[in-house]
């Protein structure tokens, strides 16, 4: 099964009435990169750091917009402490979108607990072990995982993760 | 007025210029200057960033990219600001006319409790470092008057605006054998979530 355009996926944060992509660009995400600048319509704000995209989502959030965090998961991994102090401690709603960075094309594993990359492998027990809930894109059918992480952020105030397991296509 | 240039008296100096109603400025405030914006200035447009040294330049953005119509003021500090330099790139690349990035160059980590010196030569010019990472207007002042006579042009110009204030550290309450540090209150770690939700009720009310 394909994964989804970058398209699709743009498509999903207009329909969550995202605002904001506050991003370091992320390589399984290029596809929706691409997919924002073309269409313009939500505004693409890059950062040096992981922290201040995270922290700067927030920000956005207080003032009225909304924004989705769009990076790796080396990001988010280097971006923890940023979401345990605005997202976890604060209790502020945040959805996250993390590719899965290193994750074997050729060997796939339909688990990411089975990849032989310990980038990947430990994705989803660090998100567990600072309690933000996640839901895997692996195909095109998995699309209503992004509606759903949404709800729940906010719902009850809080991070939630989108994990994209591999690279998302260009529809042109 | 004091010998020195201190943070609370910047602070204080600023809240004068604040504005009021649709006018008022946001400030987000990390460290020191938190009691200090506080007392000169209490308002629900208040943050504290902490527990999240680093943060109040990032979290600057992300309002004042928000609200646009509304002059955004952060109230940094040196070793806070060292702690994400890269984040002066991404502010001059953004470009938000309406924030002013304040920080206090008083060359130690926790004023007044310990001073504790933040790395480099003590002749770091954060000033030039902004200018050079895009920063359209930077200034430096080392005295109240001069910070003083400023302000007012400073919170009616567009930016984004960079000011370092080279203050003097206090140290009057450092910590020692007789006087150790206290517990962390639990409303250091509550705030920050608890004033961005007061701030966002008043933004959107």
């Known amino acids: 099964m394909a994964m989804p355009t970058g398209e699709a996926v ?11 992509a506050v991003t370091v660009p992320d390589w399984i995400q290029i596809g929706l990169h691409q ?7 939500i505004e693409m704000v890059p950062f040096c750091t992981e922290d201040e995209a995270i922290t700067a989502g927030v920000g956005l959030h207080i003032g009225g917009k909304r924004a ?31 590719g899965q960075f290193g994750r074997e094309i050729a060997a796939f594993t339909p688990d990411p607990a089975k990849s032989a990359r310990r980038v990947v492998r430990i994705l989803e027990p660090v998100l567990d072990a600072v309690e ?12 209503g995982g992004i509606d759903a992480a949404f709800d729940r952020a906010y719902r009850d105030s809080w991070p939630a993760a989108v994990i994209f397991g591999q690279n998302l296509p260009l529809q042109h | 007025m004091a010998d020195y240039f201190l943070c609370k ?11 009021s109603g649709a006018d008022e400025a946001i400030v987000v405030a990390t460290m020191t200057s938190i009691l200090w914006i506080n007392q000169a200035s209490p308002s629900p447009l208040n943050i504290s960033c902490v527990p999240l040294m680093g943060g109040a330049s990032a979290l600057g953005l992300g309002l004042s990219l928000a609200q646009p119509d509304r002059k955004v003021v952060v109230l940094d500090g040196d070793g806070s600001l060292l702690m994400q330099l890269g984040s002066l790139v991404s502010i001059a690349g953004a470009g938000p006319k309406n924030l002013m990035h304040v920080v206090f160059n008083n060359g130690v980590w926790f004023e007044n409790m310990v001073n504790l010196p933040v790395p480099g030569t003590g002749d770091t010019d954060y000033a030039a470092i902004a200018s050079a990472a895009g920063f359209p207007v930077t200034h430096r002042f080392a005295s109240l008057e001069d ?17 370092e204030l080279v203050v ?3 140290s009057h309450n450092v910590w020692n054998h007789n006087a150790p540090q206290p517990d962390l209150p639990e409303a250091q770690f509550t705030r920050m979530g608890n ?11």
């Open chain 1, 10 to 20: 743009l498509n999903k944060m207009k329909e969550n009435n995202v605002t904001h």
């Open chain 1, 35 to 41: 997919a924002l600048v073309a269409d313009g319509e």
């Open chain 1, 68 to 98: 989705v965090v769009v990076v790796q998961n080396q990001g988010l991994y280097a971006g923890l402490n940023a979401l345990r102090a605005i997202g976890l401690d604060a209790g502020m709603p945040l959805v996250l979108f993390i």
């Open chain 1, 132 to 143: 933000v809930p996640h839901w895997r894109i692996e195909s095109a059918e998995d699309l």
């Open chain 2, 9 to 19: 008296d910047a602070i204080a100096a600023l809240a004068e210029h604040r504005g």
């Open chain 2, 147 to 163: 910070w003083q006579a400023a302000l007012p042009d400073l919170l009616t110009t567009d930016g984004p605006i960079f000011v």
């Open chain 2, 168 to 170: 003097t550290p206090e």
């Open chain 2, 195 to 205: 004033e961005g939700r007061r701030m966002r009720e008043a933004l959107l009310s």
